[in-house]
């Protein structure tokens, strides 16, 4: 019954799609046909996506299918990942959880549901109410998290008690598992799960219409019960139907549906019973696909079984195997994951390679296949650093190094110092205790964000951006970063930096006698020198600011400067030749109409040698 629902539901996402598609309507694209592949190395604690997107469980901030690799929005500091059925899942090292995907039985997390069917979350966002986590793994619409004390933690679809709580209520926020604890390793099968327990025993609930919680019944379960007959385990599996355990003697056993050889022992009966996969030694590693499973040996050599009318087992073929197979011209695998209807896996040089279905482009190898995508691996195109994969129903993700550091804490306070036509003063509170870096971003007016000179030291918290362009609005963020990640953004910032009239525009008058003098110092290459008293330069500007530019010196004397009839003395004697000076600004003058004057005043410092006066520009916004 209930493999048929969810059979049916994953099969009518497409179908839905496909008319859609067919009929020209304006829904997310389900079959993507090409794209072109760029160029992604994984940094510590990041992750990709890539294949079926119709709910966003690839991260990428769209519902487009996506036949390439693509950065998960805004994710760092990743130790874990997790593909659930057609959603997300990443723990980073501070111990909080993130989620992405589908959310109509509230399998994110997110103390929330949505509608209709293909409803969810394009970006990764915070699971409420749960910390402390250090491992994740997803489900058929539902989610668990271990907790570093040893707890479960389960939220999402509870219609056959996967939540393990005691009921088949779903829930849309994180709750405990009843009765568990020292737990070290955890599994989410299509809708029943596994814990294993630091004592060596193995524990499972949720449905058992197959034997898959391996108590020799096919009675399920809201609450966990004890898998029978197995001791000396040292990893676990699940999807599906299907159950597997890693034994530290290297064997691999396996219980629960077998239609189609997934149990690996030579028969297609299922066992209500762990029974031993055949053939198989010196196993390291496990993970399971829906219908299929997977072993990895100390060789690096990758072995397949069950289902593989897709080509899922990578052995050249689409028969189906009661036996392990081992797949084809695979070596030096780390890591490895297993989908609806196709597998990854992670070589030592850190490329990601792929096989099975391809129909929404979860291989990754830059365009879709209406048949089988591939009977044997293909590399994810352009894609680099990977050191995990997960892999959900049609969607794949990949994670770079686990991070060991938790991200920084965000920079506060950023403010606005001093503006001019050509510089913008940052300055923030630095609130992170083990950053090592500051990024600032900046976009130019609707733009995009994007980094602004290069990474700041730790011990920074100020920036002065002197590569912008007058007269125009900028918005500024700034992050930390470290080892694990980059800390969440700061406040964000705006400001227009000032329109530069020089000395020698038209729109500034002069009466009296001034003369222009070309200098390659001032701006625009000259300024207008004066000593009368009786004359003056003028601007009359639209705005709410100005700046006075002004050259100082040994033979400069004191200036009048008057805004809106507002008079102010400027000294303007230094000791040595200055060129380019601000010495005087008035801002949040009322918006509108406004004038301001310079004149010699004929007056000298008792240093100067003179009265003269220099000008160079005003500066207006």
């Known amino acids: 019954m209930q493999r048929s629902r969810l059979a049916a539901l994953w099969r009518l996402g497409r179908t839905i799609s496909l008319l859609a598609l067919v009929l020209g309507l304006a829904t997310p694209a389900a079959f993507a046909g090409s794209t072109s592949p760029g160029s992604l190395t994984l940094a510590v604690g990041t992750v990709a996506g890539w294949g079926y997107n119709q709910s966003g469980q690839v991260g990428n901030g769209n519902t487009t299918n996506q036949t390439h690799a693509v950065p998960v929005s805004g994710l760092n500091g990743v130790k874990g990942i997790a593909a659930g059925w057609n959603h997300s899942l990443a723990v980073l090292a501070d111990g ?100 294993l327990k630091s004592d060596g025993s193995l ?41 597997l355990a890693l034994k530290a003697d290297g064997t691999v056993w396996a219980w629960g549906d077998n239609t189609y050889g997934e149990l690996g022992n030579g028969t297609t009966t299922a066992s209500a019973v762990p029974v031993a996969v055949s053939g198989l030694s010196g196993v390291r590693a496990i993970a399971a696909g829906e219908y299929h499973s997977l072993a990895l040996k100390s060789d690096g050599t990758l072995w397949a079984w069950g289902n593989n009318t897709e080509g899922e087992l990578g052995n050249g073929s689409t028969t189906n195997s009661s036996i392990p197979v081992r797949v084809a011209s695979l070596t030096g695998v780390i890591a490895m994951a297993g989908g609806y209807f196709h597998t990854l896996a992670v070589k030592s040089d850190s490329t990601v390679w792929a096989w099975g279905d391809n129909n929404d482009g979860e291989l990754g190898n830059g365009h879709t296949s209406t048949g089988i995508g591939s009977t044997t691996p293909i590399q994810v195109v352009g894609l680099s650093g990977a050191a995990a994969v997960a892999a959900g129903a049609g969607h794949s993700l990949a994670m770079g190094p686990p991070a060991t550091t938790a991200p920084p804490s965000a920079p506060t306070g950023l403010t606005v110092g001093a503006v001019t036509f050509e510089s913008v003063a940052l300055s923030w509170t630095d609130t992170a205790t083990n950053a090592t870096g500051y990024v600032v971003e900046r976009k130019a007016g609707s733009g995009s964000y994007a980094q602004v000179g290069s990474t700041l030291p730790a011990s920074a918290a100020a920036f002065t951006d002197t590569t912008v362009a007058p007269f125009t609005t900028y918005s500024y963020r700034v992050k930390a970063v470290n080892q694990g990640g980059s800390s969440p953004y700061s406040n964000e910032v705006a400001v227009k930096t000032y329109s530069r009239n020089e000395d020698s525009s038209p729109n500034v008058t002069y009466t009296g006698i001034w003369k222009q003098r070309s200098d390659t110092h001032c701006s625009g290459d000259s300024c207008h020198y004066s000593s009368d008293p009786n004359g003056n330069a003028s601007l009359t500007w639209t705005g709410t600011d100005v700046q006075v530019v002004m050259t100082t010196g040994p033979m400069m004397g004191k200036a009048y400067v008057v805004v809106d009839g507002a008079l102010v003395v400027v000294d303007l004697y230094s000791p040595t030749l200055q060129y380019q000076q601000l010495v005087y600004a008035k801002t949040g003058l009322a918006i509108g109409s406004h004038t301001v004057k310079v004149s010699a005043s004929g007056i000298k410092n008792p240093a100067s040698s003179g009265t003269t006066v220099a000008l160079d520009a005003f500066d207006t916004r």
């Open 203 to 243: 524990w499972a609930w949720g449905d058992n219409s197959f034997g898959q919680l391996g108590t020799g019944s096919l009675i399920g379960s809201t609450v966990p019960v004890r898998v029978s007959g197995l001791s000396g385990i040292t990893a676990i599996a699940a999807s599906g139907y299907h159950s």
């Open 96 to 195: 909080s959880v993130y989620a992405w995907g589908r959310n109509d039985a509230g399998q994110l997390g997110l103390g929330t549901t949505c509608t209709p069917f293909l409803c969810g979350v394009t970006t990764p966002m915070l699971v409420s109410g749960i910390s402390g986590v250090i491992a994740v793994t997803g489900g058929d619409e539902y989610s668990l998290a271990l907790k570093a004390d040893g707890t479960v933690w389960a939220w999402g679809y509870n219609g056959s008690g996967q939540l393990g709580d005691g009921t088949t209520t779903d829930r849309n926020s994180p709750g405990p598992v009843s009765g568990l604890n020292g737990v070290i390793a955890i599994a989410a099968g299509g809708i029943h799960a596994l814990a």
